[in-house]
């Protein structure tokens, strides 16, 4: 403690110098991040004329018909497509969570044979991410009848959350003490009541991480609906907002309003739920 | 004991409860691998095994696949020049990345330190592009490169700085930076994450020693901060370099592969030839390309580091 008290920095010019050249650089990033989210919001709260004529000054006064005509206006379906995706995004993150919990305590918990081969099963999907399958995955869901259907979506996307939504809650699972099981096995638990009554509650910061995790994956998907679905009346948001560029591009002010509102249920969801999307990443990818 | 009843009872399975534990085990084993089972089986595994089968076809997806080709795709795929831009495009995003991308994520995450006064804010702000959706990013980084000075942010700032408006997505020799750019403004948070965490896991005890014995503050990065880093920093190469060998959608939004091919990447290549053009036979064998590709670097890596630690992190 006494070294401590003796080193502890002290407000001098170079430690000043030194906060001041973190925070420089610091705020230099934010404004860089900020550059293209700023020019899309002004973008969305000027008209068409305003765009044009001052493209980057601050939007004075707001003007809301940009957003809301695309709440109002049926012929841009936003929201059609808005519950297309939460629908997917419920059943997606329910199979997920549900599959992935159901699996994860059998190979953190308990043993049987050939379990380190079907566990290795899995790691393989991890090198085997959707972009590279998603052609392969297309032919056995046109044999399937998938193609043009939610469920193709829905299906798609959990199995390839599969692999390494497992190996997170596996490690959560198995870092709950060995202890507690042998005491509900002596207290006349099956398996089965261990998971269901004493593992599952204690692990939901855990399922918590993962549901985050996976909603938002599903939320921002393209690709799988991009091959997936053909009807524009099953569009998900992500999908309909590139198609909607495509077919307004010329009116931007119009564009940017939808990108905002469709951008919108991400940041929400991010400022409420941030602390569990950090810790399912960090979870799944650094040790500790 | 009563929850296994209901469970099984209904399943259907009423006379489980008088079968020995060591039955009742293996059937939970049984039931509760399953579905993840069957799910990866069908749409993970099989699709692989379909494909390795449909690369050996001339196949244009109607019908059954019937014109027998061998090798032939994979070796014209090979010599085609596009794939070859393709690749040489993902190995140079790959290098951006190592080079540029974790570097400046590092740099930030050790900048925000531990104690700095607003680390949420800047850890909140940084990580906010990684929450956001591929398309969203992508278009509004389509926005803000217009080549247009009146509607490009960026152009109107090089013309305001006096230069000429650029190109970015119109020129084959800037394409590919300016995704590069967008794939960065995307990405580097996540990175910046990670490092974040693993600095975390660093005591402070062993810099503040490093300081007493007379190490400043370059020093102490390099000799004491940075070695202790490195099974983050693996992570981050591993994620990084298989994250750029598929990367898909932000260039499919903004540059659709082109100006002539100059952003192509092998995803793009895939997707072009799959969904496009659906010559599926050659496509199926470009997704082989890709997945050996990965499979390779994965053993490599596994063989070097033993293994990533997104998968041995979790063991203990």
New interface residues.
Partial sequence: MQARAVYRPTFNARKFLQRFLQYFVLVTVVILVFVPIVILVFGALKTRGELMSSPYTPPIPPRWENLISILTTPRYSFWPMLWNSVMVMVATTTGVVVICSLAAFIFARIDFRFKNWVFQLFTLGLMFPINIAILPVYFVLRQLNLLDNLWGVIIVQTAFQLSGNIMILRGFFAAIPAELQDAAYIDGCTAFDFFWRILLPLAKPALAAVAALTMIMSWNDLLVPLVVINNDKLWPLPLGTMQFQGQYGQDLALVSAFVLLSALPTVVFYLFAERQIVSGLTAGAVKG | ?Q??NT?SNRLGLKSMAGLPRKF???L??FL??L???I??L???????L??VY?SLFNWKGFGPAEDFVGLANFQNIIKDRVFLIALRNGLLIIALSLFIQLPLSL??AV???RD?P?RTF?R??????Y???????A??????LNPDP??G?IN?VIVALGGQPLAWLGNPDLVLIAIFAALT?KYF??HM??FM??LQ?IPSEIE?AG??DGANAIQNFFYITLPLLS??IR??VY?SV?GSL????MVW?MSKGGPVNASETM?TY??RF??VRFQ?GY??A??IY??LL??IF?LIYLHFTRKP????????
């Fill in positions: 004991m929850s296994l469970f009742q085990d293996y939970m084993i509760f691998l579905p993840a089972v799910l990866f069908l749409f993970v595994v099989y699709p692989i379909q494909s449909y740099l930030l900048l925000v330190g700095l607003g800047f909140a702000v940084f990580f906010l592009p929450v956001l959706s591929e398309v969203i990013a278009l509004m980084w389509l926005f803000i009146d509607r942010f109107a403004w948070g996540y994450l990670l965490t693993g896991n503040e300081r007493v099974s983050t992570t981050s994620i298989l598929q990367q898909f959608i939004i995803a895939m997707y799959g969904f599926l496509g199926s470009v997704a890709m997945f990965c499979l994965s630690d997104y998968l041995s992190g979790l063991e203990g």
